[in-house]
Antibody
Framework: QVQMQESGPGLVKPSGTLSLKCDVS?????????WGWVRQAPGKRLEWIAN???????VSSPSLKSRVTLSVDTSTNQFSLKMTSMTAADTAIYYC???????????????WGQGILVTVSS | QSVLTQPPSVSAAPGQEVSISCSGG????????VAWYRRVPGTAPQLLIY???KRASGVPDRFSGSKSGTSATLAITGLQTGDEADYFC???????????FGGGTKLTVL
């Protein structure tokens, strides 16, 4: 049973950079699958951010691609998100999740973390 | 359309059946598979249905998924009070090259 847990600061200053980590247990990241981030701002729908393969290959949402960097550390079984130029609009619950599906057409997340609330404020 | 549209809320009595719709377009639901998730506030989202009509591991057969054209449906039979949650649909959009989620439907079991 894979378990995932987000960690990072709950408060980020405007124009700052968000750094989040996701600890994965019960499954080795290097065994495969994509590992991703999804967020939900207050009153908004879920928004996919990006996914990373254990090799480091990354696929990102076009709307966030220029601000997002993902990385993976197979030695600690963690993957990370960095998002630059944060604004109030980036205030949201950020979830890490495991993406399944052999093709882009079959796009779903079968395991999720509890989520971490990130507030952008000075 | 390039968004997935769900009704904000649905309700039904225990033991009854309810359907939740997810309306999209030719580049998302019609062309690709649909997933359904459930989320109880404060907890992690849970995958219910993937590839439009396949139940995720451990999900009872009271939950079923289907699609027709640009719309997908999640059906829940034998409703239980424990089914109260927010339900979301999701699909890849081949034109946007982006993953889409519906706005969510709050299920109330009266």
């Amino acid at each position: 049973q894979v378990q995932m847990q987000e960690s990072g600061p709950g408060l980020v200053k405007p124009s700052g950079t968000l750094s989040l980590k996701c600890d994965v247990s019960g499954f080795s990241i290097s065994s495969g699958y994509y590992w991703g981030w999804v967020r939900q701002a207050p009153g908004k729908r879920l928004e996919w951010i990006a996914n990373i393969f254990h090799s480091g290959y990354t696929v990102s949402s076009p709307s966030l691609k220029s601000r997002v960097t993902l990385s993976v550390d197979t030695s600690t079984n963690q993957f990370s998100l960095k998002m630059t130029s944060m604004t109030a609009a980036d205030t949201a619950i950020y979830y890490c999740a495991r993406r399944r599906g052999p093709t882009q057409s079959s796009f779903y997340f079968d395991s999720w973390g509890q989520g971490i609330l990130v507030t952008v404020s000075s | 359309q390039s968004v997935l549209t769900q009704p904000p809320s649905v309700s039904a009595a225990p033991g009854q059946e309810v359907s939740i719709s997810c309306s999209g377009g030719g580049s998302n639901i019609e062309k690709n598979y649909v997933a359904w998730y459930r989320r109880v506030p404060g907890t992690a989202p849970q995958l219910l249905i993937y590839d439009t009509d396949k139940r995720a591991s451990g999900v009872p057969d009271r939950f079923s998924g289907s699609k027709s054209g640009t719309s997908a449906t999640l059906a829940i039979t034998g409703l239980q009070t424990g089914d109260e949650a927010d339900y979301f649909c999701g699909a890849w959009d081949s034109s946007l090259n982006d993953a889409l989620f519906g706005g969510g439907t709050k299920l109330t079991v009266l």
